[in-house]
């Protein structure tokens, strides 16, 4: 059984990531254009619309992002939306520099998922930067892992997994190959709980 899975109520924590083919989410200046290459048409992979993508994209209670990320967002327009936003930072922001939807927290991460946000938030994700998803990895505050494979080799430049996760088996929910030849792999927390 899933961390969450039984309790229909309970708060869920997707980690939500683009990677490269040799697994890195950024180049080395941070840049993520990238991800915007036009690639090869892949067939027999799948296509969905601008209105299956606004449903999907509707259910998102919460997204949690680092500061980076958050800037990042601001520079490409804010992909957003009006959903509610928190940023995990130490850092000073004035308040000109947020939007309505965004709240900055700065503290135990834990505290920020089940007190803070689980009371407010059932499907909640987590989408950057490498430290913070990497944290939550570590906290197990992460539910389910979405992770998309860009069709590009970078070289080099920012992981999403670093050297400081300890081994951890997580199981395969779905697989989905798209056309343009992007793919969705989607896994559950492993429990060594027996139903």
Request: charged share 25%; hydrophobic share 40%; aromatic share 10%.
């Amino acid at each position: 059984m899933a961390r969450n899975e039984g309790n229909a109520k309970k708060r869920s924590v997707t980690l939500h990531v683009v990677s490269s083919l040799d697994g890195f989410i950024a180049k080395k200046d941070n840049s993520v254009s990238w991800m915007d290459s036009p690639g090869s048409v892949y067939e027999a992979g799948v296509s969905i619309s601008e209105e299956e993508i606004a449903t999907f994209i509707k259910a998102i209670d919460c997204y949690v992002l680092g500061s980076r990320t958050y800037e990042h967002a601001l520079e490409l327009g804010w992909p957003y939306g009006d959903t509610p936003v928190v940023v995990v930072s130490g850092r000073e922001w004035p308040p000109a520099s947020s939007r309505k939807t965004v709240e900055f927290y700065s503290g135990d991460l834990k505290t920020l998922v089940d007190v803070k946000l689980a009371p407010r938030y059932r499907n909640i994700w987590l989408v950057g930067g490498a430290m913070l998803c990497q944290r939550f990895l570590e906290l197990g505050l992460v539910d389910e892992i979405r992770l998309t494979i860009a069709p590009v080799l970078l070289g080099e430049g920012l992981r999403l997994f670093g050297g400081l996760l300890k081994e951890e088996r997580w199981n395969l929910k779905n697989v989905v190959a798209y056309r343009n030849g992007f793919v969705e792999l989607s896994y559950s927390a492993f429990s060594t709980s027996t139903c």
